[in-house]
Structure formats: C-alpha cells, structure tokens
C-alpha cells in the first residue's frame, strides 16, 4: 500500500476486555514500531521489530500487552484485561532499515482505544 | 525522565510572522534529530531532520538551528501560514544503539490569519 494503514481506527472496549490492533507496513520496509500516544502527550516507544524479530520491547507498560509480527509484514498489538488507563492512540509506524537508524518513521494515523 | 525537552507547550503566531519551537536534551549519544508535524486525527510526518554536525538545515520555510555545545535544538517556521497550525515534536535517536526513537512532548502551534 501507499503508507502504513491501521485497524481499527477507533476501539470502545469495556474494562476487562482484550483488544487487537493490526498495522500494515509499508511494504518491502523491515523495521516496524509501536508507539502510545496520550492525549496532549507525544508518542511513547512500546516495541520495535525488525522483520519478524522482536529486538526491543522495552516500552511495553505490562505484561497485558504483547506485539508480533510472524512473517515479518503485519503485526499486531494485543492488550489484555484492558484498563481506563490503556486509554490513548496507538501509532504504528515502518521504516527501511537506514530510517530505523536516523529516527525517519512513516507513521499510520492511529487506533484511538477509549477503555470505559 | 524526559530525554528531550520542548517549549513552548503552546504558539499563537501571526500569518507571516516567524514561529520558533526549542528542544534541549541531555544524552550525547544522540545522533539525529527530526522533527515531527501532526495534524488532528492523523499521525506524525517527518518534517525535517539534522544531524549534530551540521549547525543548520534548512528546506523552504522550514529551518532547524542546532548547538551541539548547548545540547539545544529549534524550529523556525518563516512566513507561518494558516496550514501550518499544527502540533509539532522534536525528536531524538541514538541510531548506533537502541534505534528508539524519543520525542518532546509537542508544541501545539495556531498561525491566526
């Protein structure tokens, strides 16, 4: 595709509940990242895959969220047990692997999970 | 801990006038610094980026000023327009380590017509 596409855009869950949030890279780029967003707040590193290596997870806030990525295209971020707090925008963002080293992402335009 | 620093919070220019956004940091490791344009409901856009020996880069209305000494960095917009209003984040990398890249908290700018 033209750019990085994610889904869903917008997630209502309930307190407790588990959600998935898919990104499409950019195709053919081997890094991909995940990012949280607060509102007001700028993007917060959660984890970063080369192809389908996970080398930095870092940024994950609990053991409630995981990210994978098994063929080295698509991933997807799972948050568990979802809590008020889990409220906020998630970025996905690909790059080659020289702008995975000089900070140039291609950003989606975000899944908004509101937790009630 | 904040790695990297920005202010204002908040901008209100003038159509024409010149909007500035500083950043500083403290890690020395950093070794790129772009920045970051977003406008509502959508997500952030390389803008422009330097490198730490370079003291400026500019592209159109765009500059970036950077002194290596003072760990500080910024933003001018020349001859703000309208659609300039956006939010705006600096941001800062270690490339040769963790390749994570941290940003500013953001800099909501209004260019009134």
């Known amino acids: 595709g033209a750019g990085v596409s994610q889904s869903p855009r917008y997630k209502v869950a309930k307190r407790g509940q588990d959600v998935a949030l898919r990104c499409d890279p950019i195709?053919?780029?081997?890094?991909l990242f995940w990012y949280q967003q607060a509102l007001g707040q700028g993007p917060e590193f959660l984890t970063y895959f080369q192809n389908e290596a996970q080398l930095d997870k870092s940024g994950l806030p609990s053991d409630r969220f995981f990210a994978e990525r098994p063929e080295g295209s698509v991933s997807t971020l799972k948050i568990q047990r979802t809590q008020q707090e889990d409220s906020a925008v998630y970025l996905c963002?690909?790059?080659?692997?020289?702008?995975?080293?000089?900070?140039?992402?291609?950003f989606g335009e975000g899944s908004r999970l509101t937790v009630l | 801990q904040q790695q990297v620093k920005q202010s204002p919070q908040s901008l209100i220019v003038q159509k024409g006038g010149i909007s500035i956004i500083n950043c500083a940091y403290e890690?020395?490791?950093?070794?790129?610094f772009p920045w970051y344009q977003q406008f509502p409901g959508k997500g952030p856009a390389l803008l422009i980026a330097i490198r730490p020996d370079v003291s400026e880069k500019k592209e159109g209305r765009f500059t970036i000023s950077f002194n290596k000494s003072a760990k500080q960095f910024s933003l001018h917009i020349m001859d703000s327009q309208p659609g300039d209003s956006a939010t705006y984040f600096c941001a800062a990398i270690n490339g040769g380590g963790s390749e994570k890249l941290v940003f500013g908290k953001g800099t909501k700018l209004t260019v009134n017509p």
């Open positions: 963002a690909s790059s080659s692997d020289r702008g995975a080293s000089t900070g140039e992402l291609f």
């Open positions: 890690n020395t490791a950093f070794d790129y």
């Open positions: 195709s053919g780029h081997v890094s």
